[in-house]
C-alpha cells in the first residue's frame, strides 16, 4: 500500500516533506500535503517505518492508503527503480 | 535628561541632598550592567527585551513564523490549534517563507525603531526546519546587520546544528528543558522523532535529555549565549525544576526562565483535556525565588505567539500581516539605520538617569532602621514602556508586578488582564477580574485612575496610586515604599493579608487588526 493523508486531519506543518526519503510528498494548493502513490514505497529499503507516519504530530493523519494495495515487493522494486539500488 | 527626569531627581534630592556616588552593589557610567556580569555578556543582552528585564521596558522583538515543522510532541501543545485571539507559544496564524519574512523584518524594523531582534520560534521547532531558518536568518543579517538573532529549540536536533548557528552570529539560544531524568520526561512528551524512528516513553524522553544538555554543553563552549525555558507542571515537574536548574547552570546556562503551564480545555493539549492545572502565582514565584540564589531567573516572558511583533507585554502582529507585507515594494522601505541609532542613544540616557535616581533614593533610604527590616511588598504598575507608569488604570491590558523593599524594587511578573476600559467606562465583571489578578498587591500605580476603580480596589485592600504618574517606575515603588512602612506604623494603612490563590493569565495581549498601538511617544 502506499500512503496518503487524511487531509482533514492535515494541519500543512510540513514535517512529512521534510521526512520523505523519495521526495513523493508536496503541497496542494491549500497548503496541506499529499502523496504521490508513484513515488511512495512506505519507506521498504530504507528505514524500518514509514516516516511520514512516524513523524506527524496528528494521530491517524499518514496512513497506508486502503485503495492501492501493493506488497513488499512492489515496494522495494520501486525504491531500487527510483534510487538505483 | 528630560525635564520631568530633572524635577523628579530634584523632589527626591532634596531630603537627602548630599547622598551620591556609588553603592556597593551597582555600577556607574553609561555602560553599567550589574556588577557580577561580565561586560562583554552585557553587550549582548543590554538591548535584548527577553534576556534583560531593564531593556523589555524599552526593546521590542519580532517573531517569524517560518518553522512550522516539528520533531517532538509535547502534552502541553496541539498542533492543530490556531486561534487568532490567543498568544501562546507554538500558535501562529500566518506562515511566512524566508523571502517574505525577511521583508516582513524590514517593514516592521523601518516602523518600529525599537525593534532589535528577530527570532524564530516555531510555529514548530526552529531547528526541525534547518534549512529555512537559516535562510531567513542569511536574508536578514544581510538587509538589517544591526538586528539580533535567535532562535528556539527543543534542544533534540541542537547538537547537529550548533556550527550553522555560530556561522550566522546566532548569539541567543533558548532550549526548552522540562526535565533531567527520564521518568518524569515520559510524563511530559508522548514521543519524538530521533534516526528516523518514532519513539515512545521513557526512551524517547531519556535521548531528548541527553540531547538537549549536550546542545547546551556545545553552545556555551562557543559562547553562545543561552537561555533555559522550563514549563512549570504542577505535580508532574515542579519540584524537579530544581534539579534541572541545577543542572543548566552547571552547562553555563546563563538565564533561566519558569513559565507557568498554559492549559485551557479549549486549547484541546493533552494536559487541557485532562485537567492538568497550571501553578498560581505564588506557586510560580516560590519555584523561581527559590532558584534566584542558583542562576539568573527571567521573570519578564510573556510568553508570546511564535509571530509575535513588538514590546513584550503587547502584540502587533495583526497589523502586518502577509498580505500587507506582500503589498509592500522593497525599494520603498526605508531601512533608517541613524533613526535606530538614535533611539538607541536616547534609551541609553533614559536608563543611565534611572539608575542614578535609584541609587540616590537607595543610598538616602538605607540609613533608616525601620524601613530596613520592614518585609517587602507587592505592587502593581500600569505602563505602556519606556521604563514609567504611564498608562491609564483603565487601558491597562496587564500589569507589571514588582517586590519591593528598602533596596530595591525587582520586577517579579505581569498579570494579564482583559481590558477594563473597552468603551470609555468600566465594567464590574473586568474589575472584578484585575483584583482577583492583583490579589496579592498592596497597591498600584497608575497614570490615572478613576474614583469608582479605586474605590473597588480599596476595598480589596489594593491601593490605586496616580501621583507618581509619568515618573520612573522603580525609583518610584522605592519613594513609595518609605510611606508605605511609615502609613503602617502610624496604623494610616493597614497590612494586607494575602491568600496564595492568584491566578494566572499568559500571553501578551494581540492587537485587533487595524488597531495601531503608539509604543512610546
Known sequence: ???????????????????????????????????????????????????????????????????????????MARKIKLHGS | MDSKDMNFLKMIQEPQAEASGCSETSTCGSSGGPADMDPEVWNKVKNHPCYSEEAHHFYARMHVAVAPACNIQCNYCNRKYDCSNESRPGVVSERLTPELAAKKVLAVASEIHQMTVVGIAGAGDSLANPDKTFKTFELISKAAPDIKLCLSTNGLALPDMVDRIADYNVDHVTVTINMVDPEVGEQIYPWIYFNKKRWRGRDAAKILSERQLLGLEMLTARKILVKVNSVMIPGINDEHLKDVNREVKKRGAFLHNIMPLISEPEHGTFYGLNGQRGPTAEELKH??????????????????????????GEDRSA???????????????????????????????????????????????????????????????????????????????????????????????????????????????????????????????????????????????????????????????????????????????????????????????????????????
Open chain 1, 1 to 75: 500500500m502506499a500512503y496518503t493523508i487524511v487531509l482533514e486531519n492535515c494541519t500543512g506543518c510540513s514535517i512529512c516533506e521534510l521526512a520523505c526519503p523519495n521526495s513523493a510528498i508536496m503541497s496542494n494548493d491549500d497548503g496541506l500535503y499529499q502523496i504521490d502513490p508513484d513515488l511512495c514505497t512506505e519507506c521498504v529499503g530504507h528505514f524500518d517505518e514509514a516516516q511520514c507516519n512516524a513523524v506527524c504530530p496528528i494521530e491517524l493523519t499518514c496512513i497506508p492508503d486502503p485503495a492501492i494495495v501493493e506488497d513488499r515487493e512492489m515496494l
Open chain 2, 287 to 312: 519555584l523561581q525565588d527559590s532558584c534566584e540564589g542558583e542562576m539568573n531567573m527571567m521573570r519578564h516572558c510573556r510568553q508570546c505567539r511564535a509571530d509575535a511583533v513588538g514590546l513584550l
Open chain 2, 319 to 521: 497589523e502586518f500581516t502577509n498580505e500587507k507585507i506582500e503589498a509592500i515594494e522593497i525599494a520603498d522601505v526605508q531601512y533608517d539605520l541613524a533613526a535606530r541609532e538614535e533611539y538607541r542613544d536616547k534609551v541609553e540616557n533614559i536608563r543611565e538617569t534611572e539608575r542614578k535616581i535609584k541609587e540616590m533614593i537607595v543610598s538616602g533610604l538605607g540609613q533608616n532602621k525601620d524601613l530596613e527590616q520592614a518585609p517587602p511588598i507587592l505592587i502593581a504598575v500600569a505602563t505602556q514602556g519606556g521604563g514609567e507608569i504611564n498608562q491609564h488604570f483603565g487601558h491597562a491590558r496587564e500589569f507589571q508586578v514588582y517586590e519591593v523593599d528598602a533596596n530595591e524594587a525587582k520586577f517579579i511578573g505581569h498579570r494579564r488582564v482583559d481590558l477594563y476600559c473597552e468603551g470609555g467606562f468600566g465594567e464590574e465583571d473586568s474589575l472584578t477580574r484585575i483584583t482577583e489578578a492583583l490579589s496579592d498587591c498592596v497597591a498600584v500605580m497608575v497614570a490615572k485612575i478613576g474614583g469608582c476603580p479605586k474605590k473597588t480596589l480599596e476595598e480589596a485592600h489594593i491601593l490605586g496610586i496616580d501621583k507618581f504618574a509619568f515618573q520612573s517606575i522603580k525609583p518610584s515603588l522605592l519613594t513609595y515604599f518609605k510611606e508605605y512602612v511609615e502609613g503602617v506604623k502610624s496604623g494610616a494603612i493597614t497590612p494586607k493579608e494575602v491568600t496564595s490563590q492568584t491566578k494566572i493569565r499568559s500571553g501578551a495581549y494581540t492587537a485587533p487588526a487595524g488597531s495601531p498601538i503608539t509604543i512610546l511617544s
